[in-house]
């Protein structure tokens, strides 16, 4: 299972390698790309994919919603937007990361994410989770990997 990484200041790398890590315990092997090394094409051949997101806003009137985007997501949210690829074949789950001071764009990175994802056609495995940054209890995150597990388990090869 690929987890993609878009972060700014490494704050979604954390979350990311501790997801690794459990659903690595549980029998669900992963590898880590950060999402400027992820190309379009590849996520249309992937089945199932994780996405670590965290929030940059240093913009207070983000233009486009690539604006609210570490470097690397933007990257490949806008070639995901230029380029349109069928992601109907994708079962995907969000980790989003923001700071409660961004206001209304706490964790807007996932939300971008999880709309864009939805009109490529890809499908959601589990509800989004968002974590407070800087993150002082990874239980949440626990939590929310064990469901993903069981999700994952359960769900029918289509």
């Given at each position: 299972?690929?987890?993609?990484?878009?972060?700014?200041?490494?704050?979604?790398?954390?979350?990311?390698?501790?997801?690794?890590?459990?659903?690595?315990?549980?029998?669900?092997?992963?590898?880590?790309?950060?999402?400027?090394?992820?190309?379009?094409?590849?996520?249309?051949?992937?089945?199932?994919?994780?996405?670590?997101?965290?929030?940059?806003?240093?913009?207070?009137?983000?233009?486009?919603?690539?604006?609210?985007?570490?470097q690397g997501a933007s990257w490949l949210y806008q070639?995901?937007?230029?380029?349109?690829?069928?992601?109907?074949?994708?079962?995907?789950?969000?980790?989003?990361?923001?700071?409660?001071?961004?206001?209304?764009?706490?964790?807007?990175?996932?939300?971008?994410?999880?709309?864009?994802?939805?009109?490529?056609?890809?499908?959601?495995?589990?509800?989004?989770?968002?974590?407070?940054?800087?993150?002082?209890?990874?239980?949440?995150?626990?939590?929310?990997?064990?469901?993903?597990?069981?999700?994952?388990?359960?769900?029918?090869?289509?």
């Open positions: 299972m690929l987890i993609v990484i878009g972060t700014q200041t490494l704050n979604a790398l954390e979350a990311a390698e501790r997801l690794q890590g459990y659903l690595s315990c549980w029998g669900y092997p992963t590898r880590l790309r950060f999402a400027e090394e992820v190309r379009p094409a590849e996520l249309s051949q992937e089945e199932r994919v994780l996405f670590c997101l965290s929030t940059w806003c240093w913009i207070s009137r983000p233009k486009e919603p690539a604006d609210l985007l570490p070639r995901l937007e230029s380029t349109r690829p069928d992601l109907s074949r994708l079962r995907y789950a969000v980790c989003a990361l923001g700071e409660r001071a961004y206001g209304p764009y706490f964790c807007k990175a996932g939300s971008i994410y999880t709309q864009l994802l939805g009109r490529l056609g890809a499908r959601p495995l589990q509800c989004r989770l968002e974590l407070a940054s800087p993150v002082e209890s990874w239980e949440e995150l626990g939590d929310w990997a064990m469901a993903l597990a069981v999700s994952l388990k359960s769900k029918v090869q289509l």
